[in-house]
């Protein structure tokens, strides 16, 4: 069974644009988590889709965005950029809330 | 409010030795617990989870957790350390309201030849 799968593995923008990042979740998992990380340290919450629709939002601003596809894969949109940006963005799935999450290998995304 | 507390920013082992990563709860209800470890630029990964049942729970590469109610803690522990468990360790709740998970901020695990 394929587990999460993140692309792309890195990402290198310049302050100001725009950067797409994209999830797989594993194959009948209808949820999809997406978390930032920086610096190595805790797990900032900032979305959840389940079933195609927006079910909950961390305390990010609105450039942080996101969409759920009807195969269940995911988007997430950073626009305008900034320095602080910079961070490894991981994606998980879940078929329910009670067996926990399966975590990608995450998305490192560098701004310049 | 839901809460999952890990009060040790570090811990430092020498190989060899038990150890011990800290995680306490607030939640209401049955709490569903789980514990992650995060090696290096890499994603999570599932360790183990207590959901009913026996209170010591086994997991992945030797590790195992006691579920102690009235003390609301969720400890992992390994007896014998070993230099490649040293990684970053996350504790977590699920939110008996959506179901989401609440995460600890972490503890960074060095085991030390």
């Known amino acids: 069974e394929a587990g999460v799968t993140q692309s792309p593995t890195h990402l290198i923008k310049t302050r100001g644009q725009q950067a797409t990042l994209r999830c797989s979740p594993i194959s009948g998992h209808t949820s999809v988590y997406w978390y930032q990380q920086a610096l190595g340290l805790g797990l900032q919450f900032l979305l959840w889709?389940?079933?195609?629709?927006?079910?909950n939002r961390g305390n990010f601003p609105p450039r942080f965005s996101g969409r759920q596809f009807p195969n269940y894969s995911s988007e997430l949109n950073v626009n305008a950029l900034e320095l602080e940006d910079s961070a490894l963005y991981l994606c998980?799935?879940?078929?329910?809330?009670?067996?926990?999450?399966?975590f990608g290998s995450g998305t490192r995304l560098t701004v310049v | 409010a839901q809460s999952v507390a890990q009060p040790e920013d570090q811990v430092n082992v020498a190989e060899g030795n038990p150890l011990t990563v800290k995680c306490t709860y607030s939640?209401?209800?049955?709490?569903?617990l789980f514990w992650y470890v995060q090696y290096p630029n890499r994603g999570l990964q599932f360790l183990l989870k207590?959901?009913?049942?026996d209170n010591l729970v086994k997991g992945s590469y030797g590790f195992e957790a006691e579920f102690n109610k009235s003390q609301t803690s969720f400890h992992l522990k390994k007896p014998s350390a070993l230099v490649s468990d040293s990684a970053l360790y996350f504790c977590?709740?699920?939110?008996?309201?959506?179901?989401?998970?609440?995460w600890g901020a972490g503890t960074k695990l060095i085991i030390k030849p």
């Open positions: 998980a799935s879940s078929p329910d809330g009670n067996y926990g999450y399966t």
């Open positions: 889709y389940d079933e195609g629709e927006e079910r």
């Open positions: 977590a709740v699920r939110d008996v309201s959506n179901y989401q998970l609440i």
């Open positions: 207590y959901i009913t049942g």
């Open positions: 939640v209401s209800g049955n709490p569903y």
